[in-house]
């Protein structure tokens, strides 16, 4: 199956898209009543995806679409070109999702800590509808790069990117007061990673001569450290942890670290539960690696190749009252 999300930012509607896939191609000689690409859409999912047809994915069906493993219909397509479709694997859609579940215009702000190559940030800002504030940091000055293309192609009018390290900016800064949310999707192993198509790696925690064990230590100290400073921010009250990494070391393990550390008891934070994080979603977190506790294990979700995505993770932080928390 290849997957192809919708950008909304790019100005068109997904009718538009859906009349576009639908129309009748033109004939050999160039003739047909209209230049689309024939295709039909399933009204449920079928894998594997019979040729010529596609569905709306039952988890992100305001946004991503299922196509054919061979599908490259996109290539040269102006859709493509303009950023009207971007091409993003599912399970990487979905920190995006559980991040901004329930928000409204308005609510405040947003960081994506760990943004390039982009793919989550352009859809974080579309789940804006482009406006607002998206604060987006990114360390490596190549990723940086690249990430400016992409929210440029993505047409993302509401994003601030910075070529910075995340964990030195100031959660005190005035400039982050209104922030209510933040994506943390840092490195990591990338063990999860069938479909490399989204994902440029570059990987600058870890040395390739460290061995696995020590890698994934090293791994973990820093996401740890990541989900430590985002729950610093003064009115965060949601945030998202994502890996595409389906070792424990740096999943389960890493969210219940955090947990226990005395910062995300003194600012409140808390596992967000099952029916706030794609409830629909089947496949849950590993209760052994998660102390036993079998609340804690439904709140996060996994993904695996056989799930039709790549391996991958998310968990949700949530706390009530952020703004009671602020210190006078
Ligand atoms: N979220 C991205 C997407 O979906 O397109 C992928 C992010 S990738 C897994 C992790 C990124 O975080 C890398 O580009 C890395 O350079 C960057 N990074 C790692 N540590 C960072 C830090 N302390 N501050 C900012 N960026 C960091």
């Known amino acids: 199956v290849r997957y192809v999300r919708f950008n909304p930012n790019a100005g068109r509607s997904i009718k538009q898209l859906f009349q576009y896939l639908e129309?009748?191609?033109?004939?050999?000689?160039?003739?047909?009543?209209?230049?689309?690409?024939?295709?039909?859409?399933?009204?449920?999912?079928v894998y594997p995806v019979p040729q010529g047809k596609y569905f709306l994915d039952p988890h992100?069906?305001?946004?991503?679409?299922?196509?054919?493993?061979?599908?490259?219909w996109w290539l040269k397509d102006d859709w493509y070109e303009n950023g009207g479709i971007i091409l993003q694997d599912k399970a990487s859609c979905m920190p995006a999702k559980v991040?901004?579940?329930?928000?409204?215009?308005?609510?405040g702000e947003c960081i994506d800590a760990t943004a390039a190559p982009g793919n989550k940030?352009?859809?974080?800002?579309?789940?804006?509808?482009?406006?607002?504030?998206?604060?987006?940091?990114?360390?490596?000055?190549?990723?940086?790069?690249?990430?400016?293309?992409?929210?440029q192609k993505a047409h993302c009018k509401n994003v601030d990117a910075q070529r910075a390290d995340f964990l030195e900016s100031d959660p005190?800064?005035?400039?982050?007061?209104?922030?209510?949310?933040?994506?943390l999707d840092p490195s990591c192993s990338g063990s999860g990673i069938v479909n490399r198509l989204d994902y440029l790696l570059e990987d600058d925690v870890v040395e390739e001569t460290d061995a696995k064990?020590?890698?994934?230590?090293?791994?973990?100290a820093f996401q740890l450290q990541m989900i430590q400073h985002a729950f610093k921010f003064t009115a965060a009250k949601r945030i998202v942890y994502s890996t595409c990494s389906i070792h424990a070391e740096e999943d389960e393990r890493v969210v219940l670290s955090a947990l226990?550390?005395?910062?995300?008891?003194?600012?409140?934070?808390?596992?967000?539960?099952?029916?706030?994080?794609?409830p629909s979603w089947e496949?849950?977190?590993?209760?052994?690696?998660?102390?036993g506790d079998d609340d804690l294990a439904q709140g996060v979700i996994r993904c695996l190749p056989e799930d039709k995505t790549n391996g991958f993770f998310v968990a949700c932080f949530v706390r009530d009252d952020p703004t009671g928390l602020r210190p006078s």
């Open 23 to 45: 129309s009748p191609s033109p004939d050999a000689k160039g003739k047909g009543k209209s230049a689309g690409k024939g295709m039909e859409r399933l009204q449920d999912a």
């Open 60 to 72: 992100l069906d305001d946004v991503l679409l299922a196509f054919p493993g061979n599908t490259t």
């Open 99 to 107: 991040l901004m579940e329930g928000w409204r215009d308005g609510e």
């Open 121 to 151: 940030t352009s859809y974080i800002s579309a789940l804006m509808h482009n406006k607002g504030k998206l604060y987006a940091f990114e360390r490596s000055p190549n990723r940086f790069k690249t990430l400016e293309r992409m929210l």
């Open 172 to 183: 005190r800064d005035e400039l982050y007061g209104n922030v209510t949310r933040i994506l």
């Open 213 to 220: 064990a020590e890698r994934l230590e090293k791994l973990a």
């Open 260 to 278: 226990k550390s005395g910062i995300a008891k003194e600012r409140g934070w808390a596992l967000a539960p099952r029916d706030s994080v794609i």
């Open 283 to 291: 496949r849950r977190g590993r209760p052994e690696e998660m102390g």
